[in-house]
């Protein structure tokens, strides 16, 4: 890490770096087919076993949502939006119902609002541990990947109990959720969430303090506190830094305000702990899952009424939500119209995507794959 | 229990809801610079539109000054009718406390071409990424979906789309999806 052939530049932007231009310099695409890249393609420049240069390259599985959106009712935009991110598909429709309420002005049933964070907080745990099997075969750990992936089971199981999909719930609807909680559900969830918890302090034993994981993340793509502000970055990424921002302590959507957690801050900026604050957010999701099952009303309304394609008015609205890869806002504009008039879709993966030449520049090629997915990119997210 | 009449929008302009971090925040705007028009003022959201030749001045006023420290969102909207295409900055702020519910919308239009040609007509705005490095894919987005060419921005390259995407920038109204 100390002898690096070339310096990272004080130029921060992508795009800007200066190479050294001789025969000795190769470029290298990652991806767009490889299993490891994820439907991107990085294209890198490599002098020796050092990355000179950085080209992120997304758009591969680009849907174009925001332009299907401006096609469709308020309703029916709800199943398609939801797909650049099916394993975390409450969190990504959040923000979206939230803003429509503000638009229709629909007053959420008390009961609909735990069951929001219960559903948001377990399709979080899902996303992670999806994220963290991953992150497990990347670095080579054939048994972080089959672990996360088995342990995802538990949550999916409550998922598919609540909505009746094991992904793409489409739960969330304007106004509440689309059905009520099965009978006997608080029991089994929690249950199943304690269950789950203990199996995650295991996941320290076999991988966080695993010598050979702490050895490929520990000191590779240290983002600083300045940088990481400076550079936008969102969720874990910025957490990592030593930046304390997290949308359900600093602007209190549903009822995170009444319930019991706290925000995940490291100081190191690196890929170790970028890896690790994810993992720690998922037992803070089993603690807001235990408590707002406590403190949720046994019974009543979990969804308003909607007239008939409801128009909203001529104004606009700007929701976010902490997603599984930090802050995802929607930016909705209504023009008395059954369709909205613009929808803009903000996501975590690509305000993180910025990070990403400036933390692989002057990196070890061996790295790539460690500070990559630390990033908790997720392309098809970014490309919408 | 449903209340979707219209009336019920006007509610959130309620200037009572507004703090007066707020009015505070948009005060300081509109002293400093007159053309400066403050479209609202909601519960932690402002939105300022301004002239595009005076958007690098705001911009860096509103991180200097106001302590806006990173965008969280480049939206571009198309309007035929105005003949214009409007850009959306939606700016947040990570390092002042006081501010961290708050988004500051700042918007400015540029004229709008009916045959875009995007990086060689009129439609043309200073790029904020000297102020804002966190806006640099986002306006390398807006550029290849709505043609808007960012002046001073290094890399108005496509992002998202194909590589060989001959069609009109796709997020203009006058661009259809096939059988809608």
């Given at each position: 890490m100390s002898s690096h052939v070339y310096p990272k530049e004080k130029e921060i932007f992508p795009g800007l770096q200066l190479e050294k231009v001789d025969d000795r310099i190769m470029t290298l695409n990652v991806g767009p087919q490889h299993p490891g890249s994820g439907h991107m393609r990085i294209i890198l420049k490599v002098d020796g076993d050092y990355i000179v240069h950085c080209d992120p390259d997304p758009g591969y599985v680009h849907r174009g949502e925001e332009k299907m959106a401006e096609y469709r009712n308020y309703i029916t935009n709800i199943p398609h939006l939801e797909r650049p991110v099916i394993h975390d598909s409450c969190?990504?429709?959040?923000?979206y119902c939230l803003g429509v309420e503000e638009l229709l002005g629909l007053e959420v049933p008390e009961r609909a609002k735990y069951i929001r964070v219960i559903a948001a907080e377990l399709n979080r745990c899902v996303y992670t541990q999806y994220w963290l099997?991953?992150?497990?075969?990347?670095?080579?750990?054939?048994?972080?990947?089959?672990?996360?992936?088995?342990d995802r089971e538990l949550v999916i199981d409550l998922l598919d109990k609540m909505t009746g999909a094991r992904v793409t719930h489409a739960y969330f609807v304007p106004g509440g959720v689309r059905n009520?909680?099965?009978?006997?559900?608080?029991?089994?969830?929690?249950?199943?969430v304690n269950y789950f918890e203990k199996r995650l302090k295991e996941y320290a034993d076999i991988f966080y303090d695993n010598p050979i994981l702490i050895s490929r993340t520990k000191d590779t793509?240290?983002?600083?506190?300045?940088?990481?502000i400076k550079l936008g970055t969102t969720g874990s990424v910025l957490r990592a830094s030593g930046v304390d921002f997290d949308i359900r302590k600093k602007e209190p959507y549903d009822v995170y305000e009444e319930l019991d957690f706290q925000t995940n801050v490291l100081k190191e900026g690196d890929s170790y702990a970028r890896s690790k604050i994810p993992w720690l957010d998922m037992f803070e999701s089993c603690r807001i899952i235990r408590d707002a099952l406590k403190k949720m009303p046994k019974s009543g309304s979990v969804r308003v009424k909607l007239k008939p394609n409801p128009k909203g008015g001529d104004t606009e609205v700007y929701r976010r939500v902490e997603s599984g890869r930090g802050s995802l806002g929607m930016h909705i504009i209504s023009r008395g119209k059954p369709q909205p008039y613009r929808l803009k879709i903000s996501v975590g993966s690509f305000r993180n995507l910025i990070a990403m030449p400036h933390l692989l520049t002057g990196e070890m090629l061996g790295n790539m794959p460690a500070v990559?997915?630390?990033?908790?990119?997720?392309?098809?997210?970014?490309?919408? | 229990m449903s209340s979707t009449d219209s009336t019920e929008i006007v509610k959130t302009d309620d200037s009572s809801l507004t703090s007066d971090l707020d009015k505070s925040l948009s005060d300081s705007i509109s002293k400093k610079f007159s053309n400066v028009e403050i479209a609202y003022v909601k519960p932690d959201r402002i939105r300022v539109?301004?002239?595009k030749e005076e958007i690098i001045a705001v911009a860096s006023f509103i991180r200097d000054e106001l302590h806006f420290d990173h965008a969280e969102s480049v939206g571009g909207v198309d309007y035929p009718e105005d003949k214009q295409i409007e850009v959306v900055y939606h700016l947040g702020s990570y390092t002042d406390p006081s501010l961290s519910?708050?988004?500051?919308?700042?918007?400015?239009?540029?004229?709008?071409?009916?045959?875009?040609?995007?990086?060689?007509?009129?439609?043309?705005?200073p790029s904020l990424r000297d102020i804002f490095p966190s806006v640099s894919f986002h306006e390398r987005e807006c550029f290849e979906m709505l043609g808007v060419y960012f002046d001073g921005h290094p890399d108005n390259r496509r992002l998202l789309l194909p590589e060989d995407w001959a069609d009109i920038p796709p997020l203009r109204k006058d661009f259809r999806i096939k059988g809608r």
């Open positions: 969190n990504i429709l959040y923000p099997a991953i992150y497990g075969i990347f670095l080579g750990h054939s048994t972080m990947f089959m672990w996360p992936m088995g009520d909680l099965p009978p006997n559900f608080e029991d089994v969830c929690l249950r199943q793509g240290i983002l600083s506190r300045e940088d990481a990559y997915w630390s990033l908790n990119y997720w392309p098809v997210e970014a490309d919408r | 539109n301004v002239k519910k708050h988004i500051l919308a700042l918007a400015t239009r540029a004229p709008r071409e009916d045959v875009p040609r995007p990086g060689n007509d009129s439609t043309i705005l």
